[in-house]
């Protein structure tokens, strides 16, 4: 089987997207100050349109495959790609917000998952473990490493927490387009897929459910929700496999 193949960037082109990246870590940072129960998903769009074009920027999100808006702001059952909207915000809701912009001809990409106010113990511990996932993913963009033990990373923390690994959307690598080769599955076994090499960039982004992992999408054509109801979070960085390990682009 032929697979396509991986763009690797050079350490200039790796500093241009840490830039890009950069641009998105700055505008979740200030929309993650402003969530709070009563602001409504269109108001953090909004401040979020203006963030990204006072650097400089592009929303990447904008117009991809008719997509209307610069964020997927994805409320507690809702996966991904929930669309800003009207919706206000209540006390203990969960808020996943993913941004990605272009900026000097490369593209950032990342998403966290807030609390709204004080939510409940089940949602704080989903949050957690998706986070704690992620930062054990990352771990595992090395050199030398294989792409599956970024997907065995994250599988293998959240199932051991009874939580399940959402099938149908997967991480991916990034660069001159918003998704290239290869695609990032948050499941599968250790020591298997392509070998990591210096100069892959990959966003890797968890979507974990609380109850299982199967999904369907709304009649907008795009909010992904959980099938059973149950909570849903979303953690994403833009990662560079460098001689000197993982370097996170879209962290502060
Ligand atoms: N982080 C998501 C992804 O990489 C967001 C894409 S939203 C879309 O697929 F609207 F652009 F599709
Ligand atoms: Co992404």
């Not at 963030?51 to 808006?69: D, H, S, T, V």
């Not at 511990?125 to 065995?152: F, N, P, Q, W, Y």
């Not at 001159?176 to 990959?202: I, S």
């Not at 999904?215 to 992904?224: C, M, Q, Y």
Request: proline fraction near 5%.
């Amino acid at each position: 089987m032929r697979r396509e193949v991986i763009i690797l960037k050079s350490p200039d082109e790796i500093e241009v997207m840490r830039a890009s990246s950069r641009i998105v870590a700055e505008a979740l940072l200030i929309l993650k100050e402003r969530i709070a129960p009563g602001v409504s998903t269109i108001d953090l769009e909004r401040i979020a349109e203006g963030e990204i074009k006072k650097r400089k920027a592009r929303p990447a999100f904008k117009g991809y495959k008719g997509y209307p808006f610069c964020l997927c702001t994805s409320v507690n059952d809702q996966v991904v790609h929930g669309m800003p909207s009207k919706r206000a915000l209540k006390e203990g809701d969960i808020l996943s917000i993913d941004c990605g912009v272009l900026y000097d001809g490369f593209y950032g990409d990342a998403a966290f998952t807030s609390p709204v106010g004080s939510v409940g113990e089940d949602a704080r511990r989903l949050m957690e473990v998706t986070e704690k996932s992620l930062d054990l993913a990352i771990a595992a963009a090395v050199v030398g490493g294989r792409l599956h033990d970024i997907s065995h990373a994250v599988q293998s923390t959240v199932e051991a927490a009874g939580f399940s690994v959402v099938r149908d959307f997967v991480g991916h690598g990034i660069g001159r387009e918003l998704h290239e080769p290869p695609q990032l599955p948050n499941f599968g076994e250790p020591g298997t897929g392509t070998r990591l090499k210096p100069g892959m960039v990959l966003a890797i982004e968890p979507m974990i459910n609380a109850g299982g992992h199967e999904i369907k999408i709304l009649d907008d054509g795009w909010t992904a929700v959980t099938k059973d109801g149950s909570l849903s979070a979303h953690f994403e960085h833009t990662v560079a496999v460098t001689q000197k390990g993982p370097y996170v682009l879209s962290r502060i």
